[in-house]
């Protein structure tokens, strides 16, 4: 098991883990996503584990549980899903990064808990971050 500064949603079925330093849109994202049908899993810290037929699971630690950080704004209790399957982790960059993203990208995937999983360098505050999230699990997995 493993704490990881990240945060965890489930989308059209799919587990997803946001990840990025502080600032880099993990919490407004999922917001956006949430808004769209998303169940958020943990806001800001997201336990890992691996299960007995060798997935990877998100856990919420209890002590967030149902809490999602809204900046400048303050803390909000949400409902939330105690715990899913990870199956793309997405890692977000900041704006100054934007041109070194690829049109078209290449396969990627993390390491984590001894596992590759699907992941994805995106860009958290466009406009369309929740439409293209949805559109790149469609593609990617």
Do not use: C, W
């Amino acid at each position: 098991m493993t704490l990881i500064h990240a945060t965890g949603i489930v989308l059209d079925g799919r587990g997803i883990l946001l990840k990025g330093p502080s600032g880099s849109g993990k919490s407004d994202l999922a917001l956006r996503l949430m808004a769209v049908g998303a169940e958020l899993i943990g806001d800001d810290y997201i336990t890992l584990s691996r299960t007995a037929g060798g997935r990877l699971v998100m856990i919420a630690p209890e002590t967030i549980a149902g809490r999602i950080e809204v900046r400048n704004i303050g803390i909000m209790a949400v409902d939330f899903r105690p715990e899913a399957e990870l199956d793309l982790v997405v890692n977000l960059i900041r704006k100054t990064a934007i041109r070194q993203l690829d049109r078209m990208v290449a396969p990627q995937t993390i390491m984590l808990e001894g596992l590759d999983i699907a992941a994805l360098d995106f860009y958290a505050f466009e406009v369309s971050a929740p439409e293209k999230l949805r559109a790149a699990l469609k593609i990617l997995l």
